[in-house]
């Protein structure tokens, strides 16, 4: 998970925890408690119990904790990881775009009328080095 820190699984009656996210003891306890809240909630009232509801509140607050939504653990959040260049076969200007153009057809350069052509991917620094599933 990017993004969140753990996850309750209803069905499972189990927790998801974050390998990113989940850096120390304390996060780890933040975050089982918080994920253990929703399945006291889900446990005790059923569907009405599931998500940041107030059965979840309750929960939260007999586990001594205060009913907060959102950790405030820092989070790298909607960074693109990897970045396009198209060039324009007519005058050679270079395009960046954060996804490729749909295929089956072609895409023409407003200011001269070229095709313009995939060229690459661009990796950012932060991600050179490891690896990208």
């Not at 009656?13 to 989940?22: D, M, P």
């Not at 446990?43 to 907060?68: I, V, Y």
């Amino acid at each position: 998970m990017r993004v969140s820190a753990g996850m309750a699984y209803y069905r499972e009656w189990a927790i998801g925890l974050s390998t990113r996210l989940i850096t120390s003891e304390e996060r780890l306890e933040l975050t089982l408690k918080h994920e253990y809240a929703h399945l006291m909630a889900v446990a005790r009232h059923g569907r009405k119990g599931a998500g940041h509801s107030l059965p979840w509140q309750q929960a939260m607050l007999e586990l001594g904790l205060d009913p907060k939504v959102r950790h405030d653990f820092p989070v790298e959040r909607n960074q693109p990881r990897t970045a396009v260049m198209y060039q324009c076969d007519r005058c050679g200007e270079e395009f960046q775009r954060s996804r490729k153009f749909p295929r089956g057809r072609q895409y023409r350069h407003v200011g001269c009328g070229g095709v313009v052509k995939f060229t690459g991917r661009i990796v950012p620094e932060r991600e050179r080095g490891r690896d990208v599933a």
